[in-house]
């Protein structure tokens, strides 16, 4: 079986418990992530979850879960995410 065709039959769903604790179902692959942000690949879309302390505790790659802890500031979807803007940015915070 396809893993790409298994995990878009999982529901996607962002619960946040106090804005430290989250859980995202139906995600398909973690893009990048540092201390201060997380982009992931969902069966809805990227996902950009924004914060500070942020620390990956649990991935399930079989049934798509990412639980993660840290202060949450912010998330939002996106709709086209270039590789190149991207990769720009992490350098360019790499170097301030």
Do not use: A, C, P, W
Not at 37 to 65: H, I, R, W
Not at 71 to 85: I, T
């Amino acid at each position: 079986m396809d893993k790409d065709t298994s995990i878009s039959n999982y529901n996607h769903s962002v619960s946040i418990v106090e804005r430290k604790n989250i859980l995202v179902t139906g995600v398909n692959k973690i893009e990048s992530f540092d201390s201060e942000e997380f982009l992931m690949e969902t069966v809805m879309g990227f996902l950009v979850l924004k914060g500070e302390d942020l620390e990956l505790l649990k991935l399930d790659t079989l049934q798509g879960n990412v639980s993660i802890k840290g202060f949450l500031k912010s998330f939002s979807y996106v709709d086209d995410v270039n590789k190149k803007e991207k990769d720009t940015s992490i350098i360019s915070r790499l170097f301030k």
